[in-house]
Nanobody, 121 residues
Framework: QVQLVESGGGLVQPGGSLRLSCVAS????????MGWYLQVPGQQRELVAS???????SYADSVKGRFTISRDNAKNTVFLQMNSLKPEDTAVYSC???????????????WGKGTMVTVSS
């Protein structure tokens, strides 16, 4: 059974920083792309940042220059360093991985349950 578990969310003041982590565990053969999404109640989930197995990254325009995504392939972990946080960054942040479970021939989409980030004074 494959599981994605996020950590690192919390309450931070505007201008502050947080670092989110997401570990993929279980029977995993390989992981392709990993990413972070945010969702505000009543709105659709949207992509924040993603990173390929080789390290190529992409970001939403709203976080460019403030957020950095990285990964540790040996530990099946993806990180999101969030700096210069703004109140509008407040959301549930979820981890996504496109991975191939052991014994399967195709890549599948997996999601974590999310971690809450609140930016407020």
């Amino acid at each position: 059974q494959v599981q994605l578990v996020e950590s690192g969310g919390g309450l931070v003041q505007p201008g502050g920083s947080l670092r989110l982590s997401c570990v993929a565990s279980g029977s995993i053969s390989s992981i392709n792309r990993m990413g972070w999404y945010l969702q505000v109640p009543g709105q659709q989930r949207e992509l924040v940042a993603s990173i390929s197995e080789g390290g190529s990254t992409s970001y939403a325009d709203s976080v460019k220059g403030r957020f950095t995504i990285s990964r540790d392939n040996a530990k099946n972990t993806v990180f999101l360093q969030m700096n210069s946080l703004k109140p509008e960054d407040t959301a549930v942040y979820s981890c996504n991985a496109i991975l191939r479970p052991k014994g399967r021939l195709v890549y599948m989409d997996y999601w974590g349950k999310g971690t809450m980030v609140t930016v407020s004074s």
